[in-house]
Every structure is written in structure tokens, then in C-alpha cells.
């Protein structure tokens, strides 16, 4: 029997000497504050694409609307605030650590609301990253405002930068720009795509498993994975949640891994992975040139 080389993928994971929490070729989760883990050298220079929708330091008892009902907005211990300075320089250390991680050509999203955007926006000028884009993603079903005194949030900021100015980074610009984006009301058909996204909150079907308080749609996250990484490559996510970085990633065919502080939420991962995984990988056919390609 001829013995199976090593990828790339198992061979960082090996090198990382620690326990993963779950592990299946091409998804891997740790349970580990991220800071940890993005200090470990066997991962310097080896990821193509960092995903982070880090903390937003907003729950302050603030009060929302959710389904009709006034709800609290706190999300959880790990979004409480521990003032700007120290919320800051939490944003400013792991962004750094991300920088070490990424390949030459690796680029970076960052998500976030205004409560935190400010501070990763300048974390990321301060560490030499070059910024590519800011995207406003627009949820056109997002919850009101219930004080009447304020206009009702409704979109989130998304940044994407490159690890360095000089060495070109990957973007399937044919497929933003031909392929079928049925979901997205403000893209008009075989033109290039804006930086301006509409995208609804995750669906019920996305939350069957439970839900995590600040899910993102898996809309988004396939857009974001086929944008900017190829098959084959790593995607890592800091701060994994729900893992739904982690889904797109496995579903197109590219390798994840993602890192959370909570056991719930990695188990909540964990039954969404085993879905997507039988529900099979994907593959988009490149040279669409001129032709719509169903993508959702
Ligand atoms: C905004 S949520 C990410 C949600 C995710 N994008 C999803 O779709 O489910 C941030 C996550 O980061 C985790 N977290 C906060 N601080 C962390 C840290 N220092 N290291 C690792 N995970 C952390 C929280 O437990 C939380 O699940």
C-alpha cells in the first residue's frame, strides 16, 4: 500500500503539538484563547486567509428588538467591554499575531460594528497591513430601533486588507462579477461587484442546531471564501463561534481552522459541520466568463 504524503494542512496541525478539540480532514477546531495559539511558530507564514469577527464590546445591558420582544443586548462575558484602551489593545496584539500567521500573499477580514471597527480598522494601519476594501454589508431585514431616538442599525462593516503591500493577493473577480448572486438584491447581473452587500441575518434553517448570539448568515461567508482563497488553501478563524467561516471554507473545498474560548459554541460547530459534511463539498466551475453561475 503506497503511504498518503502529508498535506500542508496536516502538517501545520502536527507541528502545532496541541489537542485539538475536533479534528476531520480538512476542518480542525481548538478550544484555546486565540492569542495562544496565533503565538505558536508552526503556524507563522502558513495561512493563506484569516476570517475574525471579534468581540464588539457591546453588551453594556443596552435593550433590542428581537421577534416582536424587547431583549437585552448582551451577548455573553466574552463581548463585554474592558474599556477603549484595553479594548484597543486587545484588537491591536491579536491583529499583529494574525500578520506572523498569514503567507506572503495572505490577506485578512476583519467584521465588526462601529463599537469595535474603529479600533481594528486602525490596528490593522498601525501593523503595516494594506487595506483593500471596506464593505458595508446591509442586513435588508435587520431589527428596528426601539428607542425612536437613533436610526435603526442596520449593516455591519467588513474590512479586508492584504499582509503586504508589495506581493499581489488572490481575488476571483469573474466569479463576483458573472456569477449568480440570486440573494443579493443590490448586485445587477454581470457587473462588478460592489462593496456594498445585501444579505439577510442567518435563516431559521441555519439555527436548527441552536444558535449562537451573533451568527453570521452563510451567505456572506461563501461570498467572502470564494472571493478570496483558492481550493486547497487554509483559512483560519480566531474567533469561530458557530464555525460558520469554517462551513463555507469546508464547502468549497478549502481547509479550516477555527479557535473559540467556549465549549458550547464548538459543539454547537461541530453538529453543523457533521451536516455540511453529508451534505457533500462543492465545486465552482471556473471560466464563467459572460455566463451566470448559481452560487446560493
Ligand atoms: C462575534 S463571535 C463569532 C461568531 C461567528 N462568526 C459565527 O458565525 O458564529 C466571537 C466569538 O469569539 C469567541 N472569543 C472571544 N474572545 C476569544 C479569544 N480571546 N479567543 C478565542 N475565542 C474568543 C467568543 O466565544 C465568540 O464565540
Same mark, same amino acid.
Given at each position: 500500500m503506497p503511504t498518503k504524503t502529508p498535506s500542508k494542512f496536516d502538517t501545520i496541525n502536527k507541528k502545532l503539538r496541541l489537542k485539538s478539540y475536533f479534528s476531520e480532514p480538512g476542518?480542525?477546531?481548538?478550544?484555546?484563547?486565540?492569542?495562544?495559539?496565533?503565538?505558536? &511558530?508552526?503556524?507563522? !507564514?502558513?495561512?493563506?486567509?484569516? =476570517?475574525?469577527?471579534?468581540?464588539?464590546?457591546?453588551s453594556n445591558n443596552g435593550i433590542s428588538v428581537h421577534a416582536g420582544k424587547r431583549v437585552s443586548v448582551n451577548k455573553g462575558d466574552w463581548d463585554k467591554?474592558? !474599556?477603549?484602551?484595553?479594548? *484597543?489593545? *486587545?484588537?491591536?496584539? $491579536?491583529? /499583529?499575531?494574525?500578520?506572523?500567521?498569514? @503567507?506572503?500573499?495572505? @490577506? #485578512? $477580514? #476583519?467584521?465588526?460594528?462601529?463599537?469595535?471597527?474603529y479600533a481594528c480598522g486602525f490596528s490593522l494601519q498601525l501593523h503595516k497591513f494594506h487595506l483593500l476594501n471596506d464593505i458595508c454589508w446591509y442586513k435588508p431585514n435587520a431589527a428596528p430601533n426601539i428607542s425612536a431616538r437613533y436610526f435603526a442599525a442596520s449593516h455591519e462593516t467588513l474590512l479586508w486588507a492584504r499582509r503586504s503591500k508589495k506581493v499581489p493577493h488572490y481575488f476571483d473577480y469573474d466569479l463576483m462579477k458573472h456569477g449568480d448572486w440570486a440573494d443579493d438584491r443590490l448586485k445587477n447581473p454581470g457587473k462588478q461587484m460592489r462593496s456594498v452587500w445585501a444579505i439577510n441575518?442567518? &435563516?431559521?434553517?441555519? &439555527?436548527? *442546531? /441552536?444558535?449562537?448570539?451573533?451568527?453570521?448568515?452563510?451567505?456572506?461567508?461563501?461570498?467572502?471564501?470564494?472571493?478570496?482563497?483558492?481550493?486547497?488553501? #487554509?483559512?483560519?478563524?480566531? =474567533?469561530?463561534?458557530?464555525?460558520?467561516? !469554517?462551513?463555507?471554507?469546508?464547502?468549497?473545498?478549502?481547509?479550516?481552522? /477555527?479557535?473559540?474560548?467556549?465549549?458550547? =459554541?464548538?459543539?454547537?460547530?461541530?453538529?453543523? =459541520?457533521?451536516?455540511?459534511?453529508?451534505? !457533500?463539498?462543492? @465545486?465552482?466551475? &471556473?471560466?464563467?466568463?459572460?455566463?451566470? @453561475?448559481?452560487?446560493?
Open positions: 476542518f480542525i477546531l481548538y478550544k484555546a484563547d486565540c492569542i495562544s495559539i496565533l503565538k505558536n &511558530k508552526a503556524l507563522h !507564514g502558513s495561512i493563506n486567509m484569516v =476570517f475574525a469577527d471579534p468581540p464588539y464590546n457591546l467591554s474592558a !474599556g477603549v484602551e484595553e479594548d *484597543f489593545n *486587545f484588537h491591536k496584539q $491579536w491583529i /499583529g499575531l494574525c500578520k506572523d500567521v498569514l @503567507t506572503p500573499a495572505g @490577506t #485578512i $477580514w #476583519i467584521s465588526g460594528t462601529y463599537h469595535s471597527i441575518t442567518p &435563516k431559521t434553517e441555519e &439555527k436548527k *442546531f /441552536g444558535k449562537h448570539p451573533t451568527q453570521k448568515p452563510l451567505n456572506l461567508l461563501k461570498r467572502i471564501i470564494l472571493a478570496s482563497t483558492q481550493e486547497g488553501d #487554509i483559512v483560519l478563524d480566531p =474567533f469561530t463561534g458557530s464555525s460558520t467561516t !469554517g462551513l463555507a471554507t469546508y464547502e468549497y473545498n478549502r481547509n479550516f481552522i /477555527g479557535i473559540d474560548k467556549e465549549e458550547d =459554541f464548538l459543539e454547537l460547530s461541530i453538529k453543523r =459541520f457533521n451536516e455540511q459534511r453529508r451534505k !457533500g463539498r462543492n @465545486t465552482i466551475k &471556473k471560466k464563467m466568463k459572460g455566463k451566470q @453561475t448559481s452560487i446560493n
